[in-house]
């Protein structure tokens, strides 16, 4: 067998379940992920997941339409299951016909898996262990995301290679990818032969022409290595914070400010427990859409995975994913002529 066809036929479970050419799923970024990148990541053979974030149900509504102006190919949704319109946003991606929906931002309920389910849509959750893998998946999960560590936005605490390693050998019956620190094609190959359906890149996927993230973003993503990219730290055990994995900045001080100041304000009474995490917790939402759009990149989160060293021009998508197909096939090219 030729390497092009060893790859076909490693990441063939991947490519059936998302009905593309490449098993790679473009990671859904808030604010970055709009019709644009989406669009441009499935036309290039990859599958796109639209970034709801916060959105409206109208919002969403109105970007998937968008979205499929821009491409006939199968693209997926990324709703974030704390959002209190949950229900809704569910309802626009069945009405728009939407073939996959991922669950992402905290463990869904079943309620939720169902509801998308039976109105014809895949269902994607992201699996942080193995046994919530193993749950999700008796919930109904039709595949899952697993993201390590390296990844850039929110992230857990455990590394790829090790979830990987857990999850794995272990989940068998539906399609597991593998998302968080991967930049190039050798690794998407490992993964694979370790058991994976695909694989899932935000960060790799920022500097895409495509991509409309303002240009001083590009620019960060472009000069940064891979330790620039670092979690959020939480100062106070009472008031957790899932770390976010960004570029150090000044934005990184003032959340550290704004955890000092908004505990001190608790400390005296002005805050009770809930507004005091609330305020803690709604610091990067403003934040990344201050990096993203506007280009604030001092101020604002420039979320970002580890593999943003990896990131070194800016080019069209479709040259991103033929590059990452490239580089697979020699990894197998080159292991077989040795
Ligand atoms: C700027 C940025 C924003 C992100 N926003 C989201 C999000 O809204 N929802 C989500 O599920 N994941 C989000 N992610 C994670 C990506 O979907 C993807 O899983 C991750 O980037 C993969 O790891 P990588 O960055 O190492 O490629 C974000 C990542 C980045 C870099």
Redesign the pocket.
Known sequence: MDAQAQLSSLWSRGRDFLGTEVAI?????????ERHLVAAISNAGGFG?I???SMSPDLLDAEIKGTQALTVKPFGV?L?TMHPQLDALIDVCLANKVSHV?L??GLPSGASIKRAKDGGAKVIC?APAVVLAKKLVRSGADAL?I??S??????GPVA?SVLAQEILPVIRDVPVFV?????RGEAIVSYLEMGAAGV???????CATECI?HENFKKAFLKANARDAMPTVQLDARFPVIPV??LVNKGTDLFMETQRVVIERFNKGELDQKEAQLEIEHFWAGA?RRA?IDGDIENG????????GLVTQEQPTVDIIKELVDQAVTALQLRAAS
């Open positions: 799923l473009g990671g859904a970024m808030s604010w970055v992920s997941v970034a709801c974030g990324n974030i991922v992402a931002g992201f995301v993201e390590g390296e990844a850039g936005g929110h992230i790829t998302a968080g620190g991967i930049g899932q890149l935000g960060t790799r996927f920022v993230a994995r960004a990344l993203v989160s420039v979320m970002a995975g580890q593999s943003v």
